[in-house]
């Protein structure tokens, strides 16, 4: 999907995300945008759910030995899913993406929206960080 997905616009919501959430600079992660299959193959193995998804995270927790610097883990984001859901909620790829690599951060921070708590506290923050997103968008997006 090299080309398809903006990088600025990922490393963006990643860093509005870890901002957000008070995270030390220097925190480190990785976004792999990926396919349905390769979404549903990590779903089944890792969740027990043989079902796609959009996103999906694995925490690590690690600290970096050469830099000292934290690293919380891997977002994977389904694109064919991004696109579709986009199309649904009648808005741009980029903005879904952007919303899944926030869900994905948040997960990784903990966050959680299986119970109904959760999932209210989950949706306000992640709608704090898209706000911030929207807002501090410049030219070009």
């Known amino acids: 999907f090299r080309g398809r997905v903006k990088t600025r616009l990922l490393e963006r919501a990643a860093r509005e995300s870890l901002k957000h959430e008070g995270q030390a600079p220097g925190t480190n992660l990785t976004i792999v945008i990926t396919n349905d299959a390769n979404l ?3 779903n089944e193995q890792f969740l027990r759910m043989d079902a796609p998804t959009d996103v999906l995270s694995f925490p690590a927790g690690d600290i970096d030995p050469d830099t000292g610097e934290p690293y919380l883990g891997d977002v994977l984001i389904s694109f064919p899913r991004a696109e579709a859901q986009a199309e649904s909620a009648g808005h741009q790829v980029e903005e879904e993406v952007q919303l899944l690599v926030t869900h994905g951060i948040l997960h ?3 966050y959680d929206h299986a119970e109904p708590e959760g999932e ?18 410049g030219p070009g997006g």
């Open 108 to 110: 990784l921070l903990g």
């Open 120 to 137: 209210k506290r989950m949706w306000r923050v992640q709608e704090e960080i898209l706000e911030a997103l929207r807002g501090s968008r």
């Open 40 to 42: 549903r193959r990590l």
